[in-house]
């Protein structure tokens, strides 16, 4: 049987840093940007666009006006999103299909239900969050915490905004997960053996 | 550095098995019944009413009745109530003092907060919890799945009531947990071994 991970995660939480080092411990693939670039190959729409598109565009009022729309055309920028959705949805799963692996965010645990993912979630406190954020910040990206806060929230808030949308279930809501996991108190380079066996344990 | 080890758990989900493995796989004690018992003891309650107290007493009018009470006497119920909760907070804090342990329910992880404890919440789904009751029943105890299931979400909807009411948290909220795992595709004795591992890791 196949072994695919999704991984969710809050940002600022090290679900990308989890993810990677979960295929090392685990020897196979991982993808996370290189489903965007796909995406812009497929859709020949910029890699930057695509990332905005599904980052940090807001989509409220899509299913809304739906079938009453003011443009008898179609508005153009919700048929990229919609494309979008789609080429994304196609690229998963073609990856998926291709060997086992690691997926980061992108709706992938819904897009690959029905070939029962393992399914995690990352998050942490925002303390925490704000701290990672800081250590890894380039130079002259310095921001406050306070103005970090804001960022993560905001951010989070259009991934929560996109799942939603997209799969009809609650970003983060554990029963959505089959692991969820609080990186505030630990390192996640020494977690990810012992989270790589308990994966195994899962049918 | 102690190690206590809280486990909220959804009825049927598995969780107090996973508790007493737990203890078993980090060599540490384990509190469930156990602390009814003391609780009993301690109060000249018997065990029975304390559990009914504990896991099956709705609380609703508690706080909006406190103050405009019809009974100028104090409400012997509630009373009872708030000294089996003050009795459980002191029962569980000499118990987490004494020796590393593994505590199942009973709002340890919100009592013992100050010690920082690992909090792990077991949940799945329906489907599976049902299974898990049935394969359980006594002889002449087989309920119906619809019955399972009513009483399943009866249970936990008084343990998240009396969890709510006296944390101010949300019971089974992934926020207020380390590690939340779903029981539905695991084995409870093949994952024990790897999360008691995941387990060390934490700080």
Known sequence: MSLIVTIGREFGSGGRELGRRLS???GIAYYDQEILKEIAEKTSLSENYVREIIEKRPFASYPIHIGRTMH???????????????QQSETITELAE????VIVGRCADYILREKNPLRIFVYADMEYKIKRCKDRAQEGE???DKELEKMIKTVDKNRARYYDFYTGNDWGDRRNYDIC???TNISIKDCAHALAQLI???A
Chains 1, 2 share one sequence.
């Open 98 to 101: 291709k060997s086992d692996c």
């Open 200 to 202: 195994k344990t899962f």
């Open 181 to 183: 996991i609080n990186t």
């Open 24 to 26: 090392e411990e685990l």
């Open 72 to 86: 008898p055309m179609g508005n153009p920028i919700m048929d990229q999103t919609a494309l979008i959705y789609q």
């Open 142 to 144: 310095q921001l406050t």
